[in-house]
């Protein structure tokens, strides 16, 4: 029997307190068996393994109050106690450990969503019209965002601002950010939030906006799981497209590749029509691998021998969006963009998908690494925010001067820009100072050999950029020292602190993320 069913089983037995009586509400919904435990003790990066003490499947948000409230409770359970720290989990797509909890309790969150719908678990709720909002979608914490782009579709409604990958959890985006390439245009996901539950570290339930509770809305928007568990929130909807223009646009020049990215995002009013609806970029580079599965076969080997002679290609990725009222006129209208941009000449290529296809794209690149047996591996990524201004340096200290030499696997490499004013900066999440700045990930894969080969590559880098005084801020980040996070969070640090404080000042919630547990 595990140290904390133990300790539990012991409570129920002798102790007629008000702590052992809400236990024994929750007691049959702790697990310690051996595969629960060693779900728990991973993560989509497969490079840490801690493992908990148990694992608590709720079936309700109030189970999980009840919960957090015992852990508050010192008679019972200090800090040597596995209720010390308590880490929510959905799907696991951390890649650093940030869900885990070391002797601990991981919150199953995916436990709500197997209960279904009923008078406590919110699910997905579509409201079509509301005189204030406009449409929304009220969604539990625990739900994943390709059910909710299905369920709003139903309603010809969507979200206007997405993740690349579609089935992580909507608490899981929210607590970092949640960016793809509507960012530009729509900011980050916690930008489109209108109201959350939120379960504090203090075991409080809290119904926040901006105009309710606004101290606990704005620190758990970014908060990297520190402040509350979110267990619903309330998302902008808008008239959903039916149809995508999928474009990738090929340059072997970073400059001009650079500069159309900035004037594309330059048109991003909420109801521009003139511009695009999504915009990314990535890199092709000589060792590989080229993923040419997009583009037609007949252009792929050109697009082999274009790749090898530059060393890198730089490919901006973009969408333009339409349904049955602009299906006459998108092709004009792209045409019209495309003719303004400078990428190499015959290197262009288009798709027709239906919006559905569109956002969920990344969902038939797993399939074939599953097939593959390349899905489950270790991924230790690198995701910067670079400034405007520093990221040609980037280019040249990094993408050129130590990518292109390395011997290691390379993998998925993104880089776009943002605009900062789509971005509250009032909420947690950090991002650099400059009116435009560029997210770069680095999402290598590799085997269990070589990962740690990767990811000192990925300090050579962080080295660079701290040595060329590029102001870098990590995008799910991840730190060690104490001190790195006072770095990362800048001016912010003093009242993310005093947050803490204020919502979980015992540093229960997601020790994974080890900003207090030096402290």
């Not at 928007?221 to 808008?238: C, K, M, S, V």
């Not at 333009?320 to 792209?334: A, E, M, P, R």
């Not at 040595?467 to 800048?490: N, R, S, T, V």
Request: glycine residues 8%; charged residues 20%; aromatic residues 12%.
């Amino acid at each position: 029997m595990g140290n904390f069913i133990l300790v539990v089983t012991t409570l129920l037995l002798y102790s007629a307190t008000t702590t052992s009586q809400s236990l024994n509400l929750i007691s049959d919904k702790f697990q310690n068996d051996t595969e629960s435990l060693e779900l728990a003790s991973t993560d989509y990066g497969h490079i840490f393994n801690e493992t908990p003490d148990a694992v608590f499947q709720p079936t309700s948000p109030n189970d999980i109050k009840t919960l957090i409230q015992i852990a508050n409770d010192d008679k019972y359970f200090g800090t040597t106690s596995p209720l010390a720290s308590i880490a929510p989990r959905g799907q696991g797509h951390s890649v650093r450990g940030q869900a885990m909890a070391r002797r601990g309790i991981v919150v199953n969150m995916t436990s709500l969503a197997r209960h279904g719908n009923n008078n406590y678990n919110i699910g997905i709720k579509v409201v079509k019209e509301n005189f204030h909002l406009g449409p929304y979608v009220d969604v539990g914490g625990e739900q994943i965002w390709i059910d909710v782009l299905r369920d709003t579709l139903k309603h010809s409604l969507s979200p206007v601002s997405w993740t690349d990958y579609l089935y992580i959890t909507v608490g899981g985006t929210l607590s970092n950010a949640g960016i793809s390439g509507q960012t530009f245009r729509f900011g980050p996901q916690i930008s489109s939030v209108h109201e959350m539950d939120v379960i504090t570290g203090k075991g409080d339930l809290v119904t926040c906006s901006r105009n309710n509770a606004s101290e606990l809305f704005y620190a758990v928007l970014g908060g990297l799981g520190q402040f509350g568990i979110i267990t619903r929130a309330r998302i902008a909807l808008a008239p959903a497209p039916t149809r995508v223009k999928w474009v990738r646009l090929f340059y072997n020049d970073f400059l001009a590749f650079k500069k159309d990215q900035e004037k594309l995002i330059s048109k991003n009013g909420r109801k521009e029509k003139n511009g695009v609806d999504y915009l990314e970029g990535f890199l092709l580079m000589r060792q590989g691998p080229l993923d040419l599965s997009f583009y037609p076969t007949a252009d792929q080997l050109r697009i082999t021998s274009l790749v090898t002679q530059s060393g890198i290609v730089y490919s901006i990725e973009l969408a333009k969006y339409y349904d049955d009222s602009t299906q006459n006129s998108v092709d004009k209208d792209l045409q019209i963009l495309l003719d303004q941009l400078s990428f190499v000449p015959g290197f262009g290529f288009v798709k027709d998908v239906t919006y559905e296809d569109f956002l969920n794209r990344v969902q038939s690149e797993e399939e074939k690494l599953r097939e593959l047996q390349r899905w489950e591996i270790p991924h230790p990524w690198l995701n910067l925010f670079v400034p405007e201004s520093q990221v040609s340096d980037f280019n040249s200290g990094v993408f050129k001067g130590i990518l292109l030499n390395q011997s290691v696997p390379m993998g998925v490499f993104i880089i776009y820009p943002m605009n900062r004013n789509k971005w509250d900066v009032k909420m947690s999440a950090v991002i650099p100072e400059e009116d435009v700045f560029y997210t770069i990930g680095l999402l290598h894969s590799s085997s269990y050999s070589e990962w740690e080969a990767i990811d000192e590559v990925n300090k050579q880098i962080l080295q660079f950029c701290h040595d060329a005084g590029i102001q870098a801020k990590q995008y799910l980040p991840h730190y060690e020292a104490q001190q790195d996070w006072m770095d990362h969070f800048g001016a912010k640090w003093k009242h993310f602190q005093q947050m803490k404080t204020q919502f979980d000042p015992k540093k229960i919630l997601s020790p994974g993320q080890k900003i207090f547990s030096n402290l």
